[in-house]
């Protein structure tokens, strides 16, 4: 979960070429328990899509809010990875969903991927991304947001308590899934396909309106590097999951970093506001 010099999305990597290899069943069960913490936990974006930068505890619960383009890349190339080896389609789907996010947020118009979206707005960390129970039952009334808050650990109370430095004040709610859907669907004596219906129209319901909040900054600089990541992700997830729109933009994305950030031959390291310097 910490800013270190080895991302888990790394460590992941590894344990599953391994596995390949040596088909250790403790190497593949312990990706399983990471990804379905990482896609279940607060560290998710659960409305918009997208991995925060990292986790500041060992639930998952509270990230700092940052979403740096670099993650989305390994992130989501480690859960396409994770399909694969596990079968399970709930990893394809969390790829598809961090790739949806990068281009429909981080994609500049001449198709490079911009660096960041920010941790705060308004001057205060996360507040683009928590909710109270009052504000989820105004979006989708009273029935469907208690069952809304069951599901994602909405409370009265709040579920984080940071109350020093930049937390917006009273109580806030980060989004997570403590129960699989399957299981709470089950609890909640739902049909799992339905409370799956459910969950997507909920998402674009709360996807509307919190659009209209001050959204965090943009980090809008292009980096050769990142770029490449992301480019490498794209073309990998546009295979897998039979794709064309994540080739086409992957294309596009090495189209403009070969138009506009090579020099006598060489690329350049960083593209902002028309102008690409540093070799």
């Known amino acids: 979960g910490g800013n270190n010099k080895f991302p888990p999305s ?3 990597d590894l ?3 391994v596995h390949r290899r040596t088909a250790k069943a403790e190497l593949s ?3 399983d328990v990471t990804l379905d913490h990482m896609a279940r936990g607060g560290i998710y974006d659960h409305v918009g899509g997208g991995i925060c930068r990292y986790s500041t505890d060992t639930d998952w619960l509270v990230p700092h809010f940052e979403k740096m383009l670099y993650d989305q890349a390994m992130v989501s190339a480690i859960y396409l990875d994770g399909y694969l080896a596990l079968k399970k389609p709930e990893y394809a789907a969390v790829a598809r969903d961090i790739f949806d996010y990068v281009l429909d947020d981080l994609r500049s118009p001449e198709g490079g991927f911009y660096s960041s979206r920010d941790a705060d707005s308004e001057g205060l960390e996360g507040k683009f991304y928590i909710w109270t129970v009052p504000e989820v039952i105004a979006v989708l009334g009273e029935e469907e947001g208690r069952l809304f808050c069951k599901y994602y650990d ?3 109370r709040g579920n984080w308590f940071e109350r020093m430095g930049h937390a917006p004040a009273g109580p806030k709610n980060i989004l997570h899934i403590p129960k699989p859907s399957e299981e709470f669907a089950k609890s909640q004596s739902l049909e799992v ?4 219906k459910k969950l997507a129209i909920w998402r674009e319901k709360m996807r509307s309106v919190r659009s209209k909040r001050v959204p965090p ?3 809008d600089k292009i980096l050769t590097d990142w770029n490449g990541l992301m480019i490498a992700s794209l073309a990998k997830g546009a295979a897998i999951l039979d794709e064309p729109k994540y080739a ?3 294309a596009q994305a090495a189209d403009f970093i070969l138009a506009k950030m090579q020099k006598e031959g060489r690329l350049l390291r960083t593209y902002r506001a028309g102008q690409a310097r540093l070799t």
């Open 10 to 12: 790394m460590a992941m």
């Open 15 to 17: 344990m599953l070429r």
């Open 29 to 31: 069960e312990a990706v």
């Open 154 to 156: 909405v409370t009265d």
């Open 193 to 196: 396909e339905e409370f799956k």
């Open 217 to 219: 900054g943009l980090d």
């Open 248 to 250: 086409r933009a992957a």
